[in-house]
């Protein structure tokens, strides 16, 4: 027994597995693509339990460090409201110093790594968004609808943010890969896909992406410092030059149209969207601090002088 329990101390937490993270993302990688159908449709079956177990097993172990700070968030919709709000300050990964140190002192090379890491835990807002809006109700529906509208460009595909975000890859010559990608990175991006392809997990979904729309201007303002001070050409930054900005107009809607309306409707469903902007948020912060470790090394807790 005493073996078993330290085994279980020495395990490590699910968002550092590479081994689990790296198997869920080449899932998701090979279901959300188009496909045709399967002569072995029943081994393929198979292999998606298998594999959906793990992922709700992950997402259940995750789950369960956030459940008691979301239960305490109010069920009206202002004080709901409000309880989201604060986490732009409050929650995890809020305010990390690895951004100002991007925007004034990072390298080229280390911009690379960066922005490699940050491409290979993208798992695609629009689709996201897609996936998240089957069966809301109309009020929350629509203002998720209109998000999507922007994320592909309102019909420009020259405007659409996930070219965008491929450009930039292209202009700075770099190649995401499962492989030489970090643990915590494609835990986020398998976190969020989780929420979205799992109906019992829409709410999160709701909760994961409406944090991200209210905490990454901030973030990409720095980002995007940073590259217009290593001469990356406007055309190549433009997807942080526009998240710095639209994504503030994006929260404030959210905020209105999505999380008043859905808690207002449904009291109940409060905690859970609470759970997955926690869990969100999570992902985030240990991406930075994996990120901080990486670049300043040592504990990450010092930037390098």
């Known amino acids: 027994m005493a073996d078993c329990a330290l085994g279980e101390r020495l395990r490590p937490h699910p968002h550092y597995d590479h081994g689990l993270q790296a198997k869920l993302a ?27 177990r793990i992922e709700l097993d992950y997402l259940e172990a995750t789950r369960a460090e956030h ?17 989201f709000e604060a986490l732009k300050e409050t929650g995890p990964g809020q305010n990390d110093p690895l951004f100002p140190w991007l925007a004034e002192q990072a390298t080229l090379a280390e911009m690379r790594w960066f922005v490699e890491q940050e491409a ?10 897609a ?5 809301l109700p109309a009020r929350a529906k629509l203002e998720l609808a ?7 460009g309102r019909g420009n595909a020259k405007g659409m943010h996930g070219p965008m975000l491929e450009n930039l890859v292209r202009t ?27 109906r019992t ?36 930054r433009h997807y942080f030059d526009l998240h710095a900005v639209l994504d503030v107009k994006h929260s404030e809607a959210w905020n209105k149209e999505v999380f008043h309306s859905l808690v207002a409707d449904t009291p109940d469903v409060a905690p859970y ?4 902007a926690l869990m969100r948020l999570q992902c985030g912060g240990e991406c930075f601090e994996a990120y901080r470790r990486h670049l300043w090394g040592g504990d990450g807790k010092a930037p390098p002088a």
């Open 131 to 135: 996936l998240s809006q089957v069966k």
């Open 146 to 152: 209109r998000n999507y509208w922007d994320e592909m």
């Open 120 to 129: 290979a835990g993208e798992a695609g807002f629009d689709d996201l968004v």
């Open 67 to 83: 459940i008691a700070r979301a239960a305490a968030a109010p069920r009206d919709p202002d004080g709901f409201v409000a309880w």
């Open 26 to 52: 080449r899932w998701n990688h090979d279901r959300l693509a188009p496909q045709t159908p399967c002569a072995d449709w029943l081994g393929e079956l198979r292999r998606e339990f298998d594999l959906k």
């Open 273 to 276: 969207i609470a759970e997955g």
């Open 172 to 198: 700075l010559k770099i190649t995401p890969q499962i492989e030489t990608t970090l643990a915590p990175s494609l835990a986020l991006g398998n976190t969020m896909a989780a929420f979205a392809t799992n």
């Open 201 to 236: 997990f829409a709410y999160h979904a709701i909760g994961a992406l409406g944090v991200i729309e209210m905490t990454a201007p901030w973030r990409a303002a720095q980002v995007s410092l940073a590259l217009r001070r290593l001469h990356v050409s406007a055309k190549a």
